[in-house]
């Protein structure tokens, strides 16, 4: 056993006050925690309950629209979203030999101080090198990879190289099958090897994104004027997403769900316009409401029709 060090534990449902309606039995939130000696790790946690709702993306309904065919799934999965159960996991996991290193985040760079000017910061190092591996099987998540030394693993969809993903996105049943790659060992226990051909500094960097993904639409402003891309029109709405950082996402919702989740008229998109929508397509948005649902911040946006000459004022979202 390892001696545990200190930490410090923030918690995202902490940081909100809780309503009825929230069940930390089904739900998920983002941790953060803070070593003695500055390192940072951020995990995504899901409760066990919370699974089945999870491929239905966005309403977290199971039943409404179409689920995900994958999904990447979280860093911890807990009974319940509680402080003291989550101090007892961290806990028990620094003593068995520490976090997961690509939960590591990259130190901060917001060091501004004239005074600190010469001082040099050392980045956290991580003992790692890449091995020679080989693909050799197929599962619903990505590869089976078998390393020359002989260790067999996975390699899920978010830990490859754009070439390996495209490989596994192919129709082609047998893509990918025993090309050669260079991987790292990111996980090697009981549950089996985990595998990535991402850095250390590479996945710690993904992971803060995301980080900073949720901290963007947390400080997102309502009556923001957008460009976004409709990725997915589904029955209950579009989602959108901004091409460029902070790629903020959100929703044009029809006129049902917005009376379902009591949100301001303007959001709903009339008919005639909903009926022209189309995936793929670039649309001019303003942030019109800001839900807090499922521990994160939800954006539903209604569409901006600039005014014209020859037209007058209309229903919102509902233009000509």
Not at 20 to 35: G, S
Not at 201 to 207: I, M
Not at 218 to 224: D, K, S
Request: glycine share 8%; net charge negative; proline share 7%.
């Amino acid at each position: 056993m390892f001696e545990v060090p200190e930490f410090e534990l923030w918690l995202e449902f902490e940081a909100w006050e809780s309503g009825p309606e929230d069940d930390p039995t089904d739900d998920f939130c983002n941790i953060e925690v803070t070593l003695a000696d500055g390192r940072r790790y951020a995990l995504d946690v899901w409760t066990y309950d919370f699974v089945r709702r999870a491929p239905y993306a966005w309403s977290y309904e199971a039943g409404v629209g179409e689920p995900e065919e994958y999904l990447e799934g979280p860093d911890l999965l807990v009974a319940r979203l509680d402080r003291g159960l989550l101090e007892r996991a961290i806990t028990k996991m620094l003593a068995e030999g520490g976090l997961n290193p690509h939960w590591l985040c990259p130190p901060d760079d917001d060091d501004d101080d004239d005074d600190d000017d010469d001082v040099a910061v050392e980045r956290p190092t991580t003992v790692e090198e890449a091995v020679t591996a080989r693909i050799v099987d197929r599962f619903g998540r990505g590869f089976v990879v078998e390393s020359e030394a002989g260790l067999v693993g996975q390699l899920r969809v978010p830990e490859m190289s754009p070439l390996t993903a495209n490989w596994e996105r192919s129709g082609q049943k047998y893509a990918g099958i025993g090309q050669t790659i260079e991987v790292y060992v990111v996980e090697q226990g009981d549950h089996g090897v985990i595998f990535s051909e991402l850095s250390a500094l590479s996945r710690a960097a993904r992971d803060c994104k995301r980080a900073d993904w949720l901290r963007a639409h947390e400080e997102a402003r309502v009556g923001t004027l957008l460009d976004v891309r409709i990725e997915h029109k589904l029955a209950w709405g579009c989602v959108c997403r901004q091409e460029g950082p902070p790629f903020l996402e959100g929703v044009l919702a029809t006129p049902q769900t917005v009376a379902e989740h009591q949100l301001p008229p303007e959001c709903a998109v009339g008919p005639q316009r909903w009926g022209r929508l189309l995936e793929r397509e670039t649309v001019s948005v303003v942030i019109a409401a800001k839900r807090w649902r499922d521990w994160r911040h939800v954006l539903y946006f209604s569409l901006y029709e600039p005014p014209t000459d020859s037209q007058g004022s209309g229903a919102p979202g509902d233009g000509p």
